[in-house]
């Protein structure tokens, strides 16, 4: 029953989204706004455990391939793959369900329990799609980019161990890395990239703004989003995998 | 002119407004009095549609609040201003652009008029040299006068303020009534004010709306409320035994008792004989 609510209001919400903007320019400089907040915010949490999750799959992949059947350069191929498949979006989107999503429930639920979305409200603004829109789009724009910047920084990190640790020399590295690449991977993550956004910034969004109470209430509703959208994330990635590979 | 008819209110089986009418006049200071609890804030929600009546009607001006459809609302709410009783400053911005913030959205002024509007504004509630700081700031004083300065900017034909001087010193209290009262006068609005500081009602209070338990109780204006025969609102306004005796000697001033110094210095002595003196008694003892 009380899962059936939730669900309600927050496809509510989500629908309370669609509405026409009181100021275009407004709604513009808000979005901009989230997307620095949002992106800029986050690159360098992302920077860093994308360099070190290439490192740690480039190290352990080369202490699993120790038949010498196995051409070198398949280490390469073995970290792009991993790298651009399940780390790059799945893992990145956890990390960002944490920074992101506490920070969009917290900022709405100090918003909501202040009274700040009332006042909103009474000067005649539609605060969902307000508030919760531009945070919305600007994940959905913001964090696709930042998910293929992780691939990059990861397959970088991996190259970066294999040389350093003289695991394979950095040219039998890159050939692994050209060896039967197929960009449908990177559709995939893609699309990955886009479900977890939505799910990374509408899920927090939801129980921020549906706050009520003081500063304990807002504490556990961030609590609450950021645990539901990880889980909300791995059974996304589940069923994509199921449906898409 | 903002006129309630029999609305009623609840949450989940607990009856908060259990159909009040009203009228609330403009240009007047309308004042929403009640002891905690009793609905008055539940009440003010209700009139600018944050929470949906469960019965009756809220008219502005001729036109039924509760039947507008959500666009026509947003249009009206364009010319309602609201203080809430924590200032609900935005804590991201400046003083200066919390005030501007209705005109960014609202209009399509130039920066320069804009500007100007916002510090004729800030003038008006007498905030100087804060312009550029947070919410968090300045003192609670300042930050009613930001939400005041933020809800008249747009120059609104209503004005709502949920306790605009709860947390404030007597001084600071009657300068926020003050001020409502000019600006209210000034513009013309229809001006409703929660509250239950004694000092505003007595200063302020031009049609008083009593609330008891989420019912209306009494009606009136500051010279008629310490006459009043409620027994609920006496209890209410004369919670304190000093104001039970400055009623008394307001009663004693109004007959005419007390009309000089000497005199009143004969009721200190003596204050019981001289609530129980008659007309004739007053013209023996004076002469
Ligand atoms: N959102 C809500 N959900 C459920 N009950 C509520 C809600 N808001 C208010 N109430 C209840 O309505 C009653 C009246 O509250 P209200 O806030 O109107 O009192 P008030 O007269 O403004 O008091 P105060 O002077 O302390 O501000 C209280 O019993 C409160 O518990
Ligand atoms: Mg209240």
Known sequence: MKFFSVLGNYLLLIKGMFTRPENIKMYWKELMHQCVEIGIGSLGIVSIISVFMGAVSAAQTAYQLTNPLIPKSTLGQIVRDTVILEFAPTLVCIVLAGVVGSKIASELGNMRSTEQIDALEIMGINTKSYLVAPKILAALITIPLLVVIAMFLGIWGGRLTSTLTNIVSGDTYDKGLLDGFSAINVYFALAKAYTFAFIISSIPAFYGYNVKGGALEIGRASTTAVVTSCILVLFADYILAALLL | ?287
């Open chain 2, 1 to 287: 002119m903002i006129e309630i008819k029999d609305v009623k209110k609840g949450f989940d089986d607990k009856q908060i407004l259990k159909g009040v009418s009203a009228v609330f006049e403009t240009g007047k200071t309308n004042l929403i009095i009640g002891t905690s609890g009793s609905g008055k804030t539940v009440l003010q929600k209700c009139l600018v549609g944050l929470f949906e009546v469960d019965s009756g009607e809220i008219i502005y001006d001729g036109k039924s609040f509760t039947h507008m459809v959500e666009d026509e609302r947003k249009h009206l709410r364009q010319q309602i201003g609201m203080l809430f009783q924590g200032s609900a400053l935005f804590d991201s911005m400046t003083v200066q652009r919390n005030v501007k913030f209705p005109l960014d959205m609202f209009t399509d002024w130039s920066h320069d008029k804009k500007m100007k509007q916002v510090n004729e504004t800030l003038e008006r509630v007498n905030l100087k040299d804060a312009h550029n700081k947070f919410p968090a700031e300045i003192s609670g004083g300042m930050k009613k006068r930001v939400g005041i300065a933020r809800a008249i900017v747009l120059n609104p034909k209503y004005l709502f303020c949920d306790e605009p001087n709860s947390g404030l010193d007597p001084q600071t209290s009657m300068v926020i009534d003050l001020l409502i009262r000019e600006i209210t006068k000034e513009y013309n609005m229809t001006t409703i004010i929660n509250t239950h500081d004694m000092n505003s009602v007595m200063e302020i209070g031009e049609n008083i709306l009593y609330m008891y338990q989420g019912e209306r109780e009494w009606v009136g204006n500051n010279k008629e409320i310490i006459f009043s025969k409620s027994a609920k609102l006496n209890e209410f306004i004369f919670a304190s035994e000093f104001l039970r005796d400055a009623k008394d000697m307001r009663m004693l001033e109004e007959k005419g008792i007390i009309d000089n110094d000497r005199n009143m210095e004969d009721v200190m002595r003596d204050p019981e004989s001289h609530l129980l003196m008659g007309e004739n008694d007053k013209r023996d003892k004076s002469e």
